[in-house]
């Protein structure tokens, strides 16, 4: 199993400012996984994070939108950047084990 | 393309029993069967592997036709705690892990 943490677990911004995610794993991972959750939607990938190179991002998310840094084993960070009310979401993280995937808490974020 | 599923909102009473299908454009190396309550992060249920092999927590069942692309979720004999949004989540490369999650069903268990 794996005990994820998320900081901030929510924050509310402002049009055009950036906010990073945190997420913090109790264990030594290879993939990390970012996804979005709009309001009353489904998971949506954004990137898979592997620590020692860069970012692999699925379609319609970029990196100039939503960098991704993995400096080590446990813990990864997800900036949104230039930020617009359709940015509001939850923002989870996840990570891989033999067979299933854990999920971190989320961050709500709310963008006026 | 996203996974669709069906139905998109089901209401059962306790001790009833529910089907949730899983339906992907796309040929599958497995798929993952998740329930998220509201305002908490998705709980794996159950993984289907293509060629068969099944892993899961609880007392659920599942099935995987790997030729239709399908999967369908059997909730026998509902419990109240049974209530939540059901999401498949597929898989279509071997050990890629990155998952892509269907639509969602949202299940209501009443007394």
């Known amino acids: 199993s794996a005990v994820i943490s998320q900081k901030p677990s929510r924050d509310i911004c402002q049009r055009g400012t950036s906010l990073t995610i945190q997420c913090q794993v109790d264990s030594q991972v290879t993939m990390m996984f970012w996804y979005r959750q709009q309001p009353g939607q489904s998971l949506t990938l954004i990137a898979t994070?592997?620590?020692?190179?860069?970012?692999?991002?699925e379609s319609g998310f970029v990196i100039d939108k939503f960098p991704i840094s993995r400096p080590n084993l446990t813990f990864s960070t997800l900036t949104v950047s230039n930020m617009s009310p359709e940015d509001s979401s939850i923002y989870l993280c996840s990570v891989p084990t033999s067979f299933e995937q854990f999920f971190g808490p989320g961050t709500r974020l709310t963008v006026l | 393309q996203q996974p669709v599923q069906s139905p998109q909102a089901v209401i059962l009473r306790e001790g009833e029993d529910a089907v949730i299908n899983c339906s992907s454009s796309k040929a599958l190396y497995s798929v993952h069967w998740y329930r998220q309550k509201h305002g908490e992060a998705p709980v794996f249920l159950m993984i289907l592997l293509k060629g068969g092999e099944q892993k899961g927590h609880e007392k659920i069942s599942a099935s995987f036709n790997e030729k239709k692309q399908q999967s369908s979720l059997y909730l026998t004999a509902s419990q109240l705690s049974y209530s939540g949004t059901y999401f498949c989540g597929t898989e279509t490369q071997t050990g890629a892990n990155n998952l892509f999650f269907g639509t969602g069903t949202r299940l209501t268990v009443i007394p």
């Open positions: 994070a592997n620590q020692g190179s860069e970012a692999t991002y």
